[in-house]
C-alpha cells in the first residue's frame, strides 16, 4: 500500500512578480515554479492592473526600477485601489538607502529585500506573508 502523499503547500499561492530584467524575472519565475507556486512573470507594470485583476495573486513580488512606471507608482496604486490593499508586496529591489525601503514600507510595501537577494530568504519571505493560506 502506497504512503498517502503530502500536500504540497505552495501549490495553492499564486504570486505575481514584476521585474525588468529578463534573466532576473526567468530565475525567479522558474525556481518559484519548481517550488510549486503559481507565477506569472512581468517585464513592466503596463498590464500589472489587468492581470492583478485576472490572476488574483496571493502575494506580489516588485522591483521598485520598472521601465515604464517605478514600483512606488505601483504601490501608490494599490493603496488606492480597495481590492488590492490587502494583498502583501515584497520588494526586491537593488535600492539599498535607508529612505527607499522606508518609503515603500510607508506605502504599503509588508517586506523590503535588498539585491543581490537568497532565494532561501524570497521563500521564507512569502511563506511568513502567505503561511495563513497554506493551512
Not at 501608490?76 to 537593488?94: D, G, N, Y
Amino acid at each position: 500500500m502506497a504512503a498517502p502523499s503530502t500536500p504540497n503547500p505552495s501549490a495553492s499561492i499564486k504570486i505575481l512578480l514584476l521585474e525588468d530584467n529578463d534573466i532576473s524575472r526567468q530565475l525567479m519565475g522558474e525556481f518559484l515554479t519548481d517550488c510549486g507556486y503559481k507565477v506569472v512573470s512581468l517585464p513592466e507594470a503596463k498590464t500589472f492592473a489587468s492581470i492583478l485583476d485576472q490572476f488574483q495573486p496571493n502575494v506580489i513580488l516588485l522591483d521598485l526600477k520598472l521601465p515604464d512606471v517605478d514600483g512606488y507608482a505601483v504601490l501608490e496604486q494599490m493603496q488606492r485601489h480597495p481590492t488590492w490593499q490587502h494583498i502583501p508586496v515584497i520588494v526586491i529591489s537593488a535600492f539599498a538607502f535607508d529612505t527607499d525601503k522606508q518609503r515603500a514600507l510607508s506605502l504599503g510595501a509588508r517586506r523590503y529585500l535588498v539585491k543581490p537577494v537568497k532565494l532561501t530568504e524570497v521563500i521564507e519571505a512569502i511563506w511568513a506573508e502567505t503561511a495563513c493560506l497554506a493551512i
